[in-house]
């Protein structure tokens, strides 16, 4: 696909990468695939700060509520069927918009996924086991000593990202760290990635007030419908394990909602971390008008076409 260009943007949640998104899929007239893995599930609207039905409709998402907590999607499908999907929409566009937080889908995208060696059952199956019955922290522990570069850059309180990193570990007998940065995948297209940024101030600010918005909007009653499911791991993320926590008398309300701020700052701290190891990102103040950055996108893929 010659002279096609997929314009990435990414930032720290709250930081108005939705906002601007539409707005330059219509300067390009063109669609939106998201890469924000909590967006995924069609019953996570409210806690996911997923777009609005509004601005579904100013312009043509993918990759928006197409999936249900209940079913088993990696990123590996994810980069396979977004792949697919880019390679469809290239037909019509030679622009579109790549958008979301989520960091390594952004790069199963852009750059392919890190290879690993498989797995036997039961390995995966002894530590979902030692999950239930010893809990956590003994698997952090585990992974500390295993493999402790990976451990620093990781949230560690996501169960799948720990038990993944271990499982490779026990097979491989070697870090797990030791099988990513691999060599990049060729893509049939050119990437011009950008970053929305803000002093940490404004983006603690944003987050707090997020949070209170959800809230209003009915994030408790979304929650309660959700916890029944409580134990899927798409539900064991910020904004519901928090309200979980309420709703089985271990906190109070207010405690409830002040963790799900700190934890989205913890969670934001760590996106910017990613984020900003990698060099071709250009950032932006959040607050720069959209027609400086449409400049920027029309200069660069002027300077790739040259």
Known sequence: MKNKFLICIAGPTAIGKTALSIKLA???????ISADSRQFFKEMQIGTAAPSKSELAEAP????HHLSIEDDYSVGDF??????????????HDVLILVGGSGLYIKALL???????????????????????????????????????????????????VIRALEISLASGKPFSSFLNKPSKERNFKTIQIGLTADREDIYDRINRRVDIMMDEGLMEEAQALY????????????????????????????AVEEIKKNTRRFAKRQLTWFRKDKSITWFDY???????????????????A
């Open 228 to 255: 029944p499911k409580r134990k899927l791991n798409a539900l064991n993320t910020v904004g519901y394990k928090e309200i979980f926590a309420f709703f089985e008398g271990r906190t109070d309300l207010e405690t």
């Open 79 to 92: 980069e396979k069927e977004a792949l697919q999907k880019v390679e469809d929409l290239f037909k019509k």
């Open 26 to 32: 219509n300067a390009f007239h063109t669609e939106i």
């Open 111 to 161: 750059e392919g996924l890190d290879e690993f060696p498989e797995v036997a059952p039961e390995i995966r199956f002894g530590l979902n086991e030692r999950l239930e019955l010893e809990g956590l922290p003994v698997l952090q522990q585990q992974l500390k000593e295993l493999d402790p570069q990976y451990y620093t850059q990781i949230d560690i309180n996501n169960p799948h990202r």
């Open 61 to 64: 998402h993918h990759f928006i």
């Open 287 to 305: 607050t720069t008008p959209t027609s400086k950055i449409t400049d920027f996108i029309e200069e660069e893929i002027s300077r790739y076409e």
